[in-house]
Antibody
Framework: QVQLVESGGGVVQPGGSLRLSCAAS????????MNWVRQAPGEGLEWVAF????????YYADSVKGRFTISRDNSQKTLYLQLNSLRPEDTAVYYC???????????????WGQGTLVTVSS | EVVLTQSPATLSLSPGERATLSCRAS??????LAWYQQKRGQAPRLLIY???NRATGIPARFSGSGSGTDFTLTISSVEPEDFAVYYC??????????FGQGTRLEIK
């Protein structure tokens, strides 16, 4: 079965950096686009970024554009999110999410990891 | 950006009652709307995609309807395990992909 396991969260000071990872198993990672979605404490869901299955295209929410970078290593079946210039408002649980259809950009999030908490605080 | 507005914010029902949750889009999303369930401390779970298609393993008591700008998630007879927060999400006009603010289904 599909398994997504995030790691890399923690406490970081404003202006700092962090790299999140999402290890995938149970499906052919190379054929599915992937996303990061975050959820601030007590708040709703916010889409963060998407990467095409082959890494050829990336899209970002305006709130993170220029600060965050999504990438993937298909040989390692791992998705990444590099977080730079962090702000207190970036504090959230970050989820990786797989899309439904192979090879596309359908952005139906059919599988989610358990999330990793990023706290930005001095 | 497509804004999704969910109503009501909170729905209080007893087990066995019918639940009707609404999601309205600020512009058409055709049929490209999904519904997710999130229980406390857990990741969201896909329930419905493309307005009316149940995801794998989702019980038949969950159904979705609508098109254009108005969508509904219906739970025909609420079970104790259904009390959670429900989000709608559009994928028609992106980026950005957008979610509604959520409807909390609570026990009356």
């Amino acid at each position: 079965q599909v398994q997504l396991v995030e790691s890399g969260g923690g406490v970081v000071q404003p202006g700092g950096s962090l790299r999140l990872s999402c290890a995938a198993s149970g499906f052919t990672f190379t054929t599915y686009g992937m996303n990061w979605v975050r959820q601030a404490p007590g708040e709703g869901l916010e889409w963060v970024a998407f990467v095409q299955n082959d890494g050829s295209r990336e899209y970002y929410a305006d709130s993170v554009k220029g600060r965050f970078t999504i990438s993937r290593d298909n040989s390692q079946k791992t998705l990444y999110l590099q977080l730079n210039s962090l702000r207190p408002e970036d504090t959230a649980v970050y989820y990786c999410a797989k899309i439904f259809y192979e090879g596309g950009t359908d952005n139906i999030f059919d599988s989610w990891g358990q999330g990793t908490l990023v706290t930005v605080s001095s | 950006e497509v804004v999704l507005t969910q109503s009501p914010a909170t729905l209080s029902l007893s087990p066995g009652e019918r639940a009707t949750l609404s999601c309205r889009a600020s512009q058409t999303v055709i049929k490209y709307l999904a519904w997710y369930q999130q229980k406390r401390g857990q990741a969201p779970r896909l329930l419905i995609y493309d307005a009316s298609n149940r995801a794998t393993g989702i019980p038949a008591r969950f159904s979705g309807s609508g098109s254009g700008t108005d969508f509904t998630l219906t739970i025909s007879s609420v079970e104790p395990e259904d009390f959670a927060v429900y989000y709608c999400q559009q994928r028609y006009n992106w980026p950005p992909i957008t979610f509604g603010q959520g409807t909390r289904l609570e026990i009356k």
